[in-house]
């Protein structure tokens, strides 16, 4: 069984920084593409940042110059390094990844982390 944990969420004040990071575990051959999503309140999920497993990475409009996604293959964990929060930037982030659990490739989702952006 695949699982995808998160953690690094939190309550920041605009203008600052987390870093998120999503370990995945469990019966792993390979892990292809990753990525951050994430759902505001009222609001459909929407993409945040990507990563391929060679390393190409693509971000939201929103987001760009300001966050930085990256992963660590030895240790199956994706970063997402937030800077220059915003209040907009407040919603639920959710790791993403498609794994070859050697029978097949799956798309698999986290549990969710809370990030919060206000003064």
């Known amino acids: 069984q695949v699982q995808l944990v998160e953690s690094g969420g939190g309550l920041v004040q605009p203008g600052g920084s987390l870093r998120l990071s999503c370990a995945a575990s469990?019966?792993?051959?390979?892990?292809?593409?990753m990525g951050w999503y994430r759902q505001a309140p009222g609001k459909q999920r929407e993409l945040v940042a990507a990563i391929t497993s060679g390393g190409s990475t693509n971000y939201a409009d929103s987001v760009k110059g300001r966050f930085t996604i990256s992963r660590d293959n030895a240790k199956n964990t994706v970063y997402l390094q937030m800077n220059s929060l915003k209040p907009e930037d407040t919603a639920v982030y959710y790791c993403n990844a498609q794994i070859n659990n050697y029978y097949y490739t799956g798309n698999y989702w986290g549990q969710g982390t809370q990030v919060t952006v206000s003064s």
């Open positions: 469990g019966r792993i051959r390979s892990i292809d593409g």
